[in-house]
Nanobody
Framework: QVRLAESGGGLVQAGDSLRLSCAASGDPLSTYRMAWFRQAPGKEREHMATISRAGGSLYYADSVRGRFTISRDNVKNTVYLQMNDLKPDDTAVYYC??????????????????WGQGTQVTVSL
């Protein structure tokens, strides 16, 4: 079992950058492929990025490819999401997720084993 805690969200202006962190406790983080999702008001939870257990394979949704970067430090048991050139459409609650199944690539919410509590990101014009 793993517990996930996101941090780093906040209110920024369009064009700014933020780095989200997801600290894990319990099982070693290297047990899981890790991902970031987000959910805007009135919308479904959207998968944005996945990183494989050792960090060698990355996947990004079209909406964030080229602007967001997922990374992990298995020694620190932490996953990161670097977000650059933020846009108002990026406003959402951002969730860290862990899956013990699969390798990398697109990740359905049905395959997520653990969720963090979420951190709010608000991007103003």
């Amino acid at each position: 079992q793993v517990r996930l805690a996101e941090s780093g969200g906040g209110l920024v202006q369009a064009g700014d950058s933020l780095r989200l962190s997801c600290a894990a406790s319990g099982d070693p983080l290297s047990t899981y492929r890790m991902a970031w999702f987000r959910q805007a008001p009135g919308k479904e939870r959207e998968h944005m990025a996945t990183i494989s257990r050792a960090g060698g394979s990355l996947y990004y949704a079209d909406s964030v490819r080229g602007r967001f970067t997922i990374s992990r430090d298995n020694v620190k048991n932490t996953v990161y999401l670097q977000m650059n050139d933020l846009k108002p459409d990026d406003t959402a609650v951002y969730y860290c997720a862990a899956s013990a199944r699969g390798y990398s690539g697109q990740l359905s919410t049905s395959l997520v084993d653990y969720w963090g509590q979420g951190t709010q990101v608000t991007v103003s014009l």
